[in-house]
C-alpha cells in the first residue's frame, strides 16, 4: 500500500509516522554503538573514542533537528520525509564496506598514538555516520509536523512522537550491544538498521521503492571478511567477542600474539616449544620469591613453589597461567577473565593448559570481593587498551587485595606505558604504598614496569637465595630480575574510589609520547 498526502486514510498514516520514529530513533542509537565497535580494531575503544563518536552523532542529530524542522515546514508531505529516510538507509548500508580502506588510511594519515587516535577517530566517524545520522535527525521534527493537525493538540502529539522514538533509540542501543553485534557482526548490524529504515519508507513511498529494501536483504550474503590485516604476520582468527575484537596474529618466526581492538599492545604471547615469553610475563614466575622464601615452599617441602594458590585478574589467553602449569605444578592457579572468548582462543591457539587452572569468567573487582581469599599472590594485568581499569587502581582494591592475601602474599601490577613514561607508574605506587609497607619497582621492558607489594619485606637479596631452587630456565631472568629491582618512584598521587582519572593521566602521558616522536 502507498500512502501519500492524498490517502483518507488517518490511521494508517498515523501508524506509519510512529512505526517511523521508532525505526529511526532505533537506527539512530544502533549506528552510533556499531560505529564505536567499528572504529575499536583500529582506534581502540579508549573514553578518547567513545567521546568522539558521541559527540558528532549528538552535533549530527542537532543539526538535523534543525534541518528536519525547516524543511517541513517548506515541504510538508509524507513522500519527501521518506526518501530522506530512504537515503539516510542507503548511507548507512554503505558505512562498514567503506569503512576498512577508509579507517586503514585514517591510521596511516594520523600514526601518532594519541593523536592518532583522537584525530582519526574523529575524522572517521565524521565522514562515515555524521551525514546519514543527519538525516535521521530530520525525521522526527518532521513527522511531527505531519502529524500535527490540530494546534491545541500538538503538545500531545509531538510528545508521543517523540516518546516513540526514545523508545526507538533504547531498543536499538540494547538490541545492538546484546542481540546483533554479538550474532550478525558489526557489518550486518548496520545492514540490519538500514534494511528496517528502507521497508518502513518504502511503504509511505510505494512499491517502486522496493528495490532497495531487496537490495539491502541480499547484501546480508556479502561475507564480512577479514576485518582488519596485520601489519606483520598473519591473522590466524579473528572475531568481535561481546566485549571487543580480538584477533590472533602468527609472526614470521612462528610466535603467536593476541591483539585487541586496535592492536597496539600485545595481551598474550606463545612462542612453541618454550613457556618463557622474554617479555613481562616471564616477571610474574620468580618476582614473588622476592618476599619471604618460606612462603613459597610446598607443603612437604618439596621443590619451589610459588604458594599455593595465585590468583591472575586479566588472564587474557593464559600467557602466565600456562607457565605456572609447567614450571609449578602444584600452584593452583584462579584466573579471572572478563571476555570468556579470550579463554578459547587460549586453549586453540596459545597452548593453555595447566590441570590445576580455574577459569573465572568475570570482572576482577568484583570477584576479588566475593572469594574468600588465602592467596599467596595476586597478579594484576587487566587492560582495555590503553587504560587499566580505574577500580583496578585505587586504595581500596589494593586494601581489598590484601585482605585477600595470606600473611607476607604479594601483590603484583603490570604497569603498562609509554616508553620513558612514569606518570602512571608514580600514582600507582604511591597508592600501593598507601597499603602496603613494602614496594618495589622492576622495570622488566621499557614499556612495562611490575611493581610488587606485600606486608612482608621485600628484597633483591631474597630474590637471588631463591634462584638456586628455582626450575632451570627461571634462574637466570630471576637474577636479572634481582638486579633490576629498585625502590618505588617518588611522587605521585593516591587514588580512590571516589577520584582515580585514570583516562586523563593515561591521554596525558600519550599525548606528551606523541608530541616528542
Not at 32 to 48: D, H, M, N, Q
Not at 57 to 85: E, M, N
Not at 88 to 106: D, K, N, Q, Y
Request: contains cysteine.
Amino acid at each position: 500500500m502507498c500512502i501519500t498526502p492524498g490517502t483518507s486514510d488517518a490511521e494508517s498514516r498515523r501508524w506509519l509516522l510512529a512505526t517511523l520514529v521508532f525505526v529511526v530513533g532505533a537506527a539512530s542509537l544502533g549506528a552510533e554503538i556499531a560505529a564505536a565497535r567499528l572504529l575499536a580494531p583500529y582506534f581502540g575503544a579508549s573514553t578518547v573514542v567513545w567521546a568522539n563518536t558521541i559527540g558528532v552523532v549528538l552535533v549530527a542529530l542537532a543539526l538535523g533537528y534543525w534541518l528536519g524542522g525547516r524543511y517541513a515546514d517548506c515541504h510538508p508531505h509524507l513522500r519527501g520525509l521518506c526518501l530522506v529516510v530512504l537515503t539516510a538507509a542507503a548511507l548507512i548500508a554503505a558505512v562498514p564496506f567503506a569503512a576498512r580502506p577508509f579507517l586503514g588510511f585514517s591510521v596511516d594519515a594520523f600514526d601518532t598514538v594519541s593523536v592518532g587516535g583522537f584525530a582519526g577517530s574523529l575524522f572517521g566517524v565524521l565522514v562515515l555516520v555524521a551525514v546519514p545520522v543527519t538525516l535521521l535527525g530530520a525525521a522526527a521534527p518532521w513527522a511531527a509536523r505531519l502529524a500535527v493537525r490540530d494546534v491545541d493538540r500538538a503538545g500531545e502529539v509531538v510528545g508521543r512522537l517523540y516518546a516513540i522514538s526514545t523508545a526507538g533509540s533504547l531498543f536499538g542501543t540494547m538490541a545492538s550491544a546484546l542481540l546483533l553485534i554479538p550474532l550478525l557482526g558489526t557489518q550486518r548490524t548496520f545492514l540490519a538498521f538500514a534494511l528496517a529504515l528502507a521497508l518502513v519508507a518504502a511503504v509511505g513511498l510505494g512499491w517502486r521503492f522496493a528495490a532497495l529494501p531487496a537490495a539491502l536483504a541480499l547484501a546480508f550474503s556479502i561475507p564480512p571478511g577479514t576485518i582488519k590485516a596485520a601489519d606483520t604476520g598473519t591473522v590466524l582468527y579473528e572475531t568481535e567477542t561481546t566485549h571487543q575484537y580480538a584477533r590472533v596474529v602468527e609472526r614470521d618466526d612462528g610466535s603467536r600474539v593476541l591483539e585487541l581492538n586496535e592492536g597496539q599492545a600485545v595481551h598474550s604471547l606463545y612462542r612453541p616449544g618454550s613457556y618463557l615469553t622474554g617479555d613481562y610475563w616471564d616477571g610474574m614466575l620468580y618476582l614473588p620469591f622476592a618476599s619471604r622464601p618460606d612462603l613459597h615452599r610446598a607443603p612437604n617441602r618439596g621443590p619451589m613453589q610459588v604458594g599455593s594458590r595465585i590468583a591472575i585478574l586479566g588472564n587474557a589467553a593464559g600467557t602466565a597461567a600456562r607457565a605456572y602449569g609447567r614450571f609449578f605444578p602444584r600452584t593452583a592457579v584462579d584466573a579471572v577473565e572478563i571476555d570468556a572468548e579470550l579463554t578459547e582462543l587460549g586453549r586453540r591457539f596459545f597452548d593453555l593448559r595447566n590441570p590445576r587452572m580455574r577459569v573465572f569468567s568475570e570482572d576482577a573487582r568484583p570477584w576479588l570481593r566475593r572469594v574468600e581469599g588465602g592467596y599467596d599472590a595476586i597478579m594484576v594485568d587487566a587492560y582495555r587498551q590503553p587504560y587499566i581499569p580505574f577500580y583496578l587502581t585505587t586504595r581500596e582494591f589494593f586494601d581489598l587485595a590484601r585482605e585477600r592475601l595470606v600473611p607476607g602474599g604479594v601483590t603484583i601490577v603490570n604497569v603498562g606505558h609509554p616508553e620513558d613514561s612514569e606518570q602512571l607508574e608514580r600514582v600507582l605506587g604511591r597508592t600501593m604504598a598507601a597499603v602496603f609497607p613494602h614496594v618495589l619497582r622492576d622495570p622488566i621492558e621499557p614499556t612495562n614496569t611490575l611493581l610488587i607489594a606485600s606486608e612482608a619485606p621485600l628484597s633483591s637479596a631474597r630474590l637471588r637465595a631463591a634462584t638456586t631452587s628455582l626450575p632451570a630456565p627461571l634462574r637466570l631472568p630471576a637474577r636479572r630480575a634481582a638486579a633490576r629491582l629498585a625502590p618505588r618512584l617518588s611522587g605521585g598521587e593516591v587514588y580512590s574510589d571516589d577520584r582515580a582519572p585514570v583516562e586523563w593521566l593515561v591521554d596525558s602521558s600519550l599525548l606528551e609520547y606523541a608530541y616528542e616522536e
